[in-house]
């Protein structure tokens, strides 16, 4: 069974930054964060594959950054100039041929 350990979602002004980390138990293919607003749907934030490939939401490319380091099977997202319409439970997923796999979640939340 995978596990995945989030950490780094808080309270911030708007403007600021944050750096969300999740770690996986194994070494996965895909890994990416998702996030869910309260009274929306859950909807994809940024995927990075193992060879380094993105994928990103459109209206978040330029100021998040998904990166991955492979040795430590984590994920890492960036997140920069965040606005408070960016507030929502962030969740951390994992999946391959094999797996697929979502964290506890960790909440984000942006004041203006």
């Known amino acids: 069974q995978v596990q995945l350990v989030e950490s780094g979602g808080g309270l911030v002004q708007a403007g600021g930054s944050l750096r969300l980390s999740c770690a996986a138990s194994?070494?996965?293919?895909?890994m990416g964060w998702y996030r869910q607003a309260p009274g929306k749907q859950r909807e994809l934030v940024a995927s990075?594959?193992?060879?380094?490939?993105?994928n990103y939401a459109d209206s978040l490319k330029g100021r998040f950054t998904i990166s991955r380091d492979n040795a430590k099977n984590t994920v890492y997202l960036q997140m920069n100039s965040l606005k408070p319409e960016d507030t929502a439970v962030y969740y951390c997923?994992?999946?391959?041929?094999?797996?697929?796999?979502w964290g506890q979640g960790t909440q984000v939340t942006v004041s203006s």
């Open positions: 997923n994992a999946k391959d041929y094999r797996y697929d796999v």
């Open positions: 194994i070494s996965i293919a895909t």
């Open positions: 990075i594959t193992r060879s380094g490939s993105t």
